[in-house]
């Protein structure tokens, strides 16, 4: 069952142009996403790729342009005030920075409290406590968190924090934007562990944002990889890391450091590639290997007859 | 903050700790006037007029013979609630605005900054000038007055905290949990923009005395017999020629109390604002 669809999002950012006639800068053009119950899906791609945007629009925490947003089967990109309020218990986020995301002048218990007074605005103040407790459990925190504030606690523990936040109102989905690229490695771990724990009890489906494809290989079962606020391929975890389709997917695995560096074959290492977006065509051309001269005309639609593993390229990699 | 620390901040600055004094001093002075003075500030004495300074009168006498001393006591009182109210005043309109301003955004924001630019476009003193003197020059219209046109700093203030703290996390977060704007502002942004408010609050105190004497030295402000350190530099103004006493004594007391007021919120500023703590 699909939990989450979005079709079509765009987002443009007005830049510079003091009486507002600025160049527009395409943060996020025609991204589709399709998140079904109890799944994983990783959104990857580099700093500005817009993976980061396309989770907003979907939070609704920024508005989308164009396109439309479904959550459980429900059309919300127009649904506003009291009734998006109500509607934003089903789904949830976690942020990147566990240093920035909790308000340093709450205790825990009101933090993760929170989404109780305003979706359970019935319980007592006792009740709430108990809930907190429990959720924070479940996150591995112990009841002496309760009464501490923020400053108090270390990153991983912050995350934990946040997690419990976002959990305590019982979302479908959880928005997971860099969850784990602030915390040292060993916390990094723990916290993804506790991640999938969660994910398998309470069969919850996770939008995970990310640029470390070592952590997406971990905890992900589709992943959709986006260049230019594109998507430029999509497909299982299995598919995409085993046999990637684009230049620019193959760009990415082959950057990401490997466990046996002097193994690394010779076709692996990255060439020195030209910097740069194109403007027309395929975004990728100017740093790509196979480019080819009809790149400059691409209309960026999928090329693949698979639905389960599409790309965005005339000149795919092929095996 | 924990006592450790607050005890840190007053070593390490050494204006916060002198200003954070001289406040207080004022304070308790104004506070305790009527016990602490030696005469009664309206008791006229024909055969002590004109006294310089000396131990019965440690400020001297003025031109109906009451105690300078005494008076600036009382004038204290007039100034520090001026102060007070009148900051109060701008306070509560500048963080309505602000708030809805950088809460809101778009058109709203538009309108209200564009309103505030307006309003500050006024020189605000003649602007309080021209007010009073369509009113009936009181304490409480002076209070009024200075306060509402005295909540454009706070109002530009407050909608950009709010607008660099609408893009932290932590405020995402609870946007994302489904609070109302109402909670988001009360639990979420204000708390988070105290510091500057203070700073800002503190500084304002300061102006509005100053606001306060001047009014009351062209006789718009507090009205005679009621003392106030405005009107008792209008009298001394007079006899500066053959009482000097009647002008230092006053004009002292707003010096010191707008020194104090000002390197209180200096220091504050110092402490909720590390970027600019260092010059």
Redesign the interface.
């Known amino acids: 069952m699909t939990v989450l669809k979005a079709e079509s999002l765009s987002k443009n950012f007005r830049r510079g142009g003091l009486w507002g006639g600025g160049a527009a800068l395409k943060a996020v053009d025609n991204v589709s996403i399709d998140l079904k119950e109890g799944e994983t899906l990783a959104i990857v791609g580099e700093s500005g790729s817009g993976k980061s945007t396309t989770a907003r629009m979907v939070m609704r925490l920024i508005a989308a342009d164009e396109g439309s947003i479904h959550l459980l089967g429900k059309e919300i990109s127009h649904v506003r005030g009291k009734r998006l309020r109500m509607l934003r218990k089903h789904i949830q986020m976690v942020f990147q920075d566990p240093f920035a995301s909790l308000n340093p002048r709450m205790k825990i218990v009101e933090t993760v409290g929170e989404g109780l007074r305003v979706h359970q605005p019935k319980l007592s103040k006792a009740e709430r406590r108990v809930r907190v407790a429990q959720t924070l459990q479940q996150c591995g925190m112990d009841e002496e968190a309760l009464d501490r504030y923020p400053h108090q606690f270390s990153g991983g523990q912050r995350q934990r924090i946040g997690i419990a936040r976002a959990l305590i109102v019982k979302p479908k989905i959880l928005v997971l934007d860099e969850p784990v690229s602030a915390l040292d490695v060993s916390v990094q771990a723990q916290i993804l562990n506790l991640l999938k724990e969660i994910q398998t009890q309470q069969n919850l489906s996770y939008l995970f944002i990310s640029h470390d494809l070592s952590v997406v290989q971990h905890i992900a079962d589709r992943v959709l990889v986006m260049f230019a606020g594109r998507v430029v391929e999509q497909g299982t975890v299995t598919d995409v890391f085993e046999s990637p389709k684009h230049p620019y997917t193959k760009m990415l695995l082959a950057a990401r450091p490997i466990d046996y560096p002097h193994e690394r074959t010779g076709k692996d290492e990255i060439a020195e590639v030209s910097e740069g977006i194109a403007d027309t065509g395929c975004a990728f051309r100017l740093r790509c290997s196979n480019v080819q001269d009809d790149c400059a005309d691409f209309d960026g639609l999928d090329q693949s007859d698979d639905p389960e593993h599409s790309y965005h390229c005339l000149h795919p990699i092929t095996d | 903050m924990e006592a450790g620390s607050i005890k840190a901040v007053f070593t390490k600055s050494p204006l916060l700790t002198f200003g954070a004094i001289v406040v207080s001093i004022i304070i308790l002075l104004a506070l305790f006037a009527p016990l602490i003075a030696p005469y009664d500030p309206a008791a006229i004495n024909v055969r002590d007029i004109l006294f310089p300074p000396s131990w019965q009168h440690w400020c001297g006498t003025d031109t109906l013979g009451r105690d300078v001393f005494s008076r600036m006591l009382f004038g204290a009182r007039v100034s520090l609630a001026v102060g007070f109210v009148a900051v109060g005043i701008a306070l509560l309109v500048g963080i309505i605005l602000g708030s809805i301003a950088g809460h809101y955004g778009g058109r709203v924001d538009a309108v209200i900054m564009r309103l505030t630019d307006m309003v500050l476009c006024f020189p605000t003193f003649f602007l309080i000038l021209a007010v009073i003197a369509f009113l009936e020059p009181s304490i409480w219209n002076i209070m009024i007055v200075i306060g509402l046109t005295s909540w454009m700093g706070v109002t530009r203030l407050v909608r950009a905290e709010f607008l660099s703290l609408r893009e ?3 405020v ?9 704007s109402f ?1 988001l502002i009360w ?2 942004l204000l ?2 923009a105290i510091g500057p408010i203070l700073v800002s609050a503190v500084l304002g105190v300061a102006g509005a005395v100053l606001i306060e004497s001047g009014l009351s030295f062209l006789g718009l402000g507090v009205q005679p017999p009621d003392p106030s350190w405005g009107n008792m530099l209008t009298e001394g103004k007079d006899n500066i020629q053959i009482a000097w006493w009647l002008s230092l004594y006053p004009g002292l007391a707003i010096l010191i109390t707008v020194l104090g007021y000002n390197l209180l919120g200096e220091g504050l500023r110092d402490i909720f604002d590390p970027k600019t703590a260092k010059r």
């Open positions: 932290r996390e932590f995402l977060a609870a946007y994302s949990l489904g609070l109302s909670q639990r979420y708390p988070n």
